[in-house]
């Protein structure tokens, strides 16, 4: 079966530097997405991970490696405003997104 | 205003009865989704289309029906309520190949049935 793994629930420190891990098995690969979710409000879209690398966007980079499965998100600088939740899913063969369960990340001052 | 819109936003009803979810969106996207979402879990997709004239069926299916009226209009229907299908949902647009797996995300439909 398809399957997304992350981590229920972080903490980390205002300032500080965190990194969500995201393992994935499934039938295809056609991209790795980052969603970013305040609790009570919309997912909205962070980042997109086709080829192996990191991509930087601001205080956001996402790490890919297909051959392992895997893909981190790396948030610097945390603010208080970063205390959601980060999905990661993964476009399959037919084009499906397949979601995990997401990554609660609490930041304390 | 919001490129995806829906309606409600928030509804409470009784176990039974019937209820219609409405999403428009002004994206102009082809691709159309409706998702719950359970605390701990993640989202779970129920119906999707790439085109009007296009539904199908997601992982969850039963006890849901929808009908795509236009490109712009998608509407999730509960037929016969039941408490299990207490959740948040979420309707979802994309656009084509490589940018299908960029969603954007209505606001959300908070459904609670007694």
């Known amino acids: 079966g398809q399957n997304i793994d992350q981590p229920t629930e972080m903490t980390a420190t205002e300032g500080a530097i965190v990194q969500i891990n995201c393992t994935y098995q499934t039938s295809g690969f056609n991209g790795l997405f980052w969603y970013q979710q305040h609790a009570g409000e919309a997912p909205t879209f962070l980042s997109y991970?086709?080829l192996d690398g990191l991509e930087e966007k601001g205080r956001f980079s996402s790490f890919l490696s297909r051959s392992k499965g895997y893909s981190y998100l790396l948030l610097k600088e945390l603010q208080m405003k970063d205390s959601a939740s980060y999905l990661c899913?993964?476009?399959?063969?037919?084009?499906?997104?397949?979601w995990g369960a997401g990554t609660k990340l609490i930041i304390k001052p | 205003d919001a490129d995806v819109t829906q309606t409600p936003r928030n509804r409470i009803t009784k176990t039974g009865k019937r209820i219609m979810l409405e999403c428009s969106q002004t994206?102009?996207?082809?691709?159309m989704y409706w998702y719950r979402q359970d605390p701990g879990l993640g989202l779970r997709l129920i119906y999707y289309s790439f085109d009007v004239k296009d539904i199908n069926k997601g992982e969850i299916s039963d006890g849901y029906s929808v009908s795509r009226q236009a490109q712009a209009k998608f509407s999730l229907s509960l037929e016969s309520a039941i408490p299990n299908q207490t959740a948040l949902y979420f309707c979802?647009?994309?656009?084509?190949?490589?940018?299908?797996?960029?969603?954007?995300f209505g606001e959300g439909s908070r459904l609670t049935v007694l």
């Open positions: 991970n086709v």
């Open positions: 979802a647009t994309s656009d084509r190949g490589i940018h299908t797996g960029e969603l954007f």
């Open positions: 994206k102009g996207h082809d691709r």
């Open positions: 899913a993964v476009l399959d063969s037919n084009y499906q997104l397949i």
